[in-house]
């Protein structure tokens, strides 16, 4: 992970939104590119559209929640899921929820997209571990 | 003097031999021949000459020389010694022998004649020779001697007459022609008289011969007849007897060939059977067709034999002939042979001599072939003999067989009731052998009981032949037990042959047996039949069969009390007509299943009772498929499937429930977690010394915010679980219209800024029992939801209706809001916190609350809905719930 990554955020909680965006620019720098999204239509939207523009050599790193009304984070991956295959490269999904429904974890350590699960909520510490 | 003699007689008969080897040496005649006997005569007179002569010689020779006449003494020795050589040389020929003795007693007798004075001894000497040559020579040669010997005398004559001879005058010519005449006239009748004996003995002995020859023959015939006589006796068949016959014919009848032939009158051919003397090649030969007129013809016929004894001259067939003469064959004859009358064939035989047959020959030969046409009838008969007899020892096997191993017992009891015969069967069936009851009174072997009727049954057919009566007796056996009988007694007294009453039974203890079995059978049948009845009619379930129409045949009495019908009720009606309509197809389709052999004891379905109620039945049944009818048992299964209902709505509500748990526990956490989760963040970040202010700043702030939301969702819960915990409040009744009206007044600035409107229909149910706070609840939110979710610039309308249903009633809301998109949220629609319409703040409980709050009171609550067009909640109570 480096700093000229780029972090897209999902979520529907904005207090949460808040906090990552307070831990990711305290971790990397405040020149972090984050986005954060609370409506999950908007940000599937911004990742094809982004990440469609070629020349990016860097990675997106998704943050994603699993519980938001009307899509779930199980239906944004679908819909990446659709994407075309550079975009998919370019990204590096994680599961970020606050549920501790093994089935859940379950679902999306199996989900060939999502890369890892992550506990709510996201400290510096576990930001380091992900750099590594 | 023994001896001596015996030496002599030796001697002379080595003598004797000596001189018949010699002279007979190569002439063996046939002593039945006269010269046979001439030549021993010959020899003889040579083996006695020279011995005897010497008592002559001697005393001539003597005188000869004694009396000055020596050529008389060499003429004597002369001849003496020729005659020597004559007799003993080998190697001459007997007529030259013959001759030369004739010869020198001629010259002798001439000798004698010329020198000596008186005449005598030549004379005595001619006449010897005259004598002899009749003997030796035949009868002929004696008068040629004779003639000879007057020749001589008459030469000697004019000898005399001439003064030639050297005595002359001691000879005077009347004396010599008167001694002279003597010799001459002595020598004839010597010659005549030895030629008629000769010639007497010549004809004796061929007559003899002849007779001989005869007698032979004849012999030869009757010993042939004989041999043929004796075939006939002892052979057993046609075929030895012919071949016999003509072995016989060849071997001592003499016949050169002998052939016996069949007449084969469709081809008009004779077919040699038999033969002896013809050889292989010619065999065929005789196997031909027969011309018309030809021998076998005529003997075919006339049924006469047919003789050629000449057959050179006077048979016309001309190949015939040449056969003949090939083989030597003289004269023929052909005999008929007859069988049963019928010429069949001919007895064919040749000899080798012409005028072989003569009648005497004939008639044997004819004797001969009728004695065996005779054999052949007999032959016949005897066949025909053996062949009855055959039949008859067949037939009578038969019927032996027949009566003594029939298993039915066949006996013979006289007019006093004694048996007089049994068949074996009787032993087999009664155990007594036939010596045990034979001559008994057969009234003895009969039960007691039965024997009355016997009596009288018997009684009555002895007044009629012919008569006959059935009966079935106990009979006694052997060891003493009684069995069974069935048979008939006839009465043949007056048939011949027979004369007793016949009777003929056999043994039905079985089926005696078997009839008391039927009978105690039957009985059992009975009581197992009422046994089976009083179960039937005891049991709870109906117990029925069904025929393949579907009609009911038997019903047991338990229908009454399941469908309300009672059995006579049922019987030919067919069943589906008491099935409830919905479940008719499936009951004729599993009826089809169970007719095909796949019997089911798991079917239920609904019936209507009498009443009209409806049962659930729970059927058993199995196809007979010879019999075409289906076993069914039927149990109530009403209240069973009432209660399974329950427990299954019990079930699933449990399940349901404990879903809702779970799903209810991970939401709490969740968004329990979610604010702590929060707190926890920005309390890490708080913690870091080179934060910056502006992150302080941040972070407290978020923190708090996370803070109080964490303590909203706490209230919720409480809400909840308030709601969810066993409060049992008290029902009462309330009516809906009224329950509208409240609410309606409650949030009556709300309607009016809205310009809600509210309809209702409470026509049906109008009223429930039920907790008055829940019911408020239930109704406030399902309103208020209508109304938050309105479409925008649509005045949100209001429907609540009740409706009754089959076993609850049923209260609708409907609206013409915003409705929902079902398909997608279906699942999540009462779930806690979720939000369908993120535009429009709600917290996302209000329908989990609706939800909670409807299945404490004990119902259901489904919704229909349609993007932009409205949505339909229908809460539904079941009346047990009520």
Not at chain 2, 141 to 156: D, H, P, Q, R
Not at chain 2, 175 to 195: D, M, R, T
Request: aromatic residues 10%.
């Amino acid at each position: 992970m480096k700093a000229t990554d780029k972090f897209v955020i999902i979520d529907d909680d904005d207090v949460a939104i808040m906090l990552y965006n307070l831990t990711l620019k305290h971790a990397l720098g405040n020149k972090t590119d984050v986005r954060c999204f609370n409506m999950a239509d908007d940000g599937v939207t911004y990742i094809n559209n982004e990440l469609k523009k070629p020349g990016t050599k860097s990675k997106t790193i998704l943050f994603l929640d699993i519980n938001m009304p009307l899509l779930t984070g199980w239906d944004v991956l679908d819909l990446i899921e659709k994407m075309d295959e550079n975009i998919k490269k370019q990204l590096i999904i994680f599961i970020l929820s606050s549920s501790i429904d093994p089935n859940d974890k379950k679902r999306a350590i199996d989900h060939p997209l999502v890369t890892d699960f992550i506990e709510k909520p996201l400290t510096v510490e576990k930001l380091q571990a992900l750099i590594n | 003097m023994e001896q001596i003699k015996k030496n002599y007689i030796g001697l002379w008969t080595r003598y004797k031999n000596y001189v018949k080897k010699n002279v007979l040496a190569n002439d063996e005649g046939d002593s039945k021949k006269v010269s046979y006997w001439r030549n021993a005569v010959f020899c003889n007179i040579l083996t006695y000459l020279t011995p005897l002569s010497v008592i002559a010689l001697i005393p001539c020779i003597f005188m000869a020389f004694t009396n000055g006449v020596p050529i008389v003494g060499f003429a004597d020795l002369f001849t003496f010694l020729l005659v020597v050589v004559i007799t003993l040389s080998a190697g001459i020929k007997l007529q030259t022998r013959k001759y030369i003795f004739i010869f020198i007693l001629y010259c002798l007798s001439l000798t004698l004649l010329y020198y000596l004075p008186f005449p005598g001894p030549g004379l005595l000497f001619l006449l010897t020779v005259t004598i002899f040559s009749s003997l030796i020579y035949s009868s002929s040669a004696a008068y040629y001697s004779a003639i000879t010997n007057t020749f001589i005398c008459v030469c000697f004559a004019l000898l005399i007459y001439f003064n030639i001879i050297p005595y002359s005058n001691s000879h005077n010519l009347g004396a010599w022609i008167a001694i002279s005449s003597n010799l001459i006239f002595l020598s004839f009748v010597c010659a005549k008289c030895l030629h008629l004996l000769l010639e007497g003995l010549a004809a004796s002995l061929s007559s003899n011969n002849l007779a001989e020859s005869k007698y032979e023959k004849a012999n030869r015939l009757y010993k042939f007849i004989s041999q043929i006589n004796q075939t006939i006796v002892h052979t057993q068949n046609e075929e030895a007897l012919f071949q016999k016959s003509c072995d016989i014919a060849f071997k001592i009848g003499g016949f050169k060939m002998a052939w016996i032939g069949m007449f084969d009158y469709e081809r008009k051919k004779i077919l040699l059977i038999n033969q002896n003397g013809i050889q292989e090649e010619s065999v065929p030969l005789f196997s031909a067709a027969y011309e018309n007129n030809g021998p076998q013809d005529h003997v075919l016929r006339s049924g006469s034999h047919y003789v050629c004894n000449d057959i050179e001259n006077d048979l016309e067939l001309e190949k015939w002939k040449v056969f003949a003469s090939l083989n030597d064959i003289g004269s023929c004859i052909i005999l008929p042979v007859k069988r049963k009358g019928v010429i069949i064939g001919s007895f064919n035989l040749y000899a080798t001599e012409i005028n072989f047959f003569d009648d005497a020959e004939i008639a044997l030969l004819e004797e001969a072939t009728g004695d065996i046409s005779f054999a052949l009838d007999v032959f016949e008969k005897y066949k025909q003999h053996k062949l009855v007899e055959k039949l008859i020892i067949e037939n009578e096997n038969r019927f032996r067989t027949l009566i003594e191993k029939s298993t039915d017992v066949k006996m013979l009891t006289n007019i006093k009731g004694e048996f007089i015969y049994g068949s074996p069967s009787v032993t087999k069936l009664l155990g007594y052998s036939i010596n045990e009851f034979l001559n008994k009174s057969a009234f003895n072997f009969f039960h007691p009981d039965d024997l009355p009727d016997l009596i009288r049954n018997r009684t009555i057919i002895l007044e009629a032949a012919g008569k006959s009566f059935s009966f079935q007796y106990r009979v006694l056996h052997k060891n003493g037990h009684w069995v069974w009988c069935e048979g008939t007694l006839t009465n043949m007294l007056h048939e011949p042959g027979i004369h007793a009453f016949v009777s003929n039974f056999r043994d039905i203890s079985e089926r005696k047996l078997a009839e008391q079995n039927l009978i105690t059978f039957s009985e059992n049948l009975n009581r197992t039949a009422s046994d089976l009845q009083k179960i039937m009619d005891s049991s709870l379930d109906i117990i029925c069969t069904i025929n393949e129409k579907g009609k009911f045949v038997n019903v047991s009495k338990a229908a009454e009390n399941i469908l309300g019908y009672t059995p006579d009720e049922l019987v030919g009606k067919k069943y589906i007509e008491m099935v409830l309509d919905e479940d008719v197809g499936k009951t004729n389709e599993i009826a089809l299943e169970i007719m095909s052999g796949h019997p089911s004891t798991s079917f239920e379905n609904r019936y209507l009772h009498k009443s009209g109620s409806v049962l659930h039945i729970l059927w058993s049944a199995n196809w007979d498929k010879e019999l075409r009818v289906m076993y069914c048992i039927a149990k109530d299964i009403t209240a069973r499937k009432k209660a399974e209902e329950e427990k299954e709505k019990m079930g699933s509500d449990l399940i349901q429930r404990s879903k809702n748990q779970e799903q209810f526990a991970y939401i709490v956490s969740h968004n329990l977690r979610a604010p702590v989760s929060n707190i926890l963040g920005f309390a890490e970040l708080l913690k870091y010394e080179n934060s910056s202010p502006a992150l302080i700043r941040d972070s407290m702030k978020g923190m708090s915010i996370a803070a109080s939301k964490l303590d909203e969702v706490i209230k919720d819960l409480n809400e909840i679980l308030q709601i969810r915990s066993m409060i049992s409040e008290n029902r009462s009744d309330i009516h809906f219209q009224g329950l509208v009206e409240n609410i309606s007044l409650s949030i009556d600035n709300i309607m009016e800024k809205e310009n809600v409107i509210i309809r209702t229909d409470f026509t049906a149910i109008d009223k429930m029992l039920s907790v008055r706070t829940y019911l408020y609840s239930i109704f406030y939110n399902l309103i208020i939801n209508s109304i938050k979710f309105h479409r925008p610039g649509v005045p949100p309308l209001i429907e609540i209706k009740s409706r009754l249903t089959l076993n609850g009633m049923q209260l609708i809301f409907k609206d013409n809001g915003l409705g929902i998109d079902l398909k997608h949220h279906n699942e999540n629609l009462f779930g806690l916190y979720k939000r369908f319409h993120l535009n429009i703040d709600g917290k996302g409980m209000g329908l989990f609350m609706i939800k909670t709050q409807v299945e404490k009171l004990g119902g259901k609550i489904s919704v229909i809905s349609e993007v932009n067009n409205g949505t339909e909640f229908t809460i539904e109570f079941e009346n047990n719930s009520l």
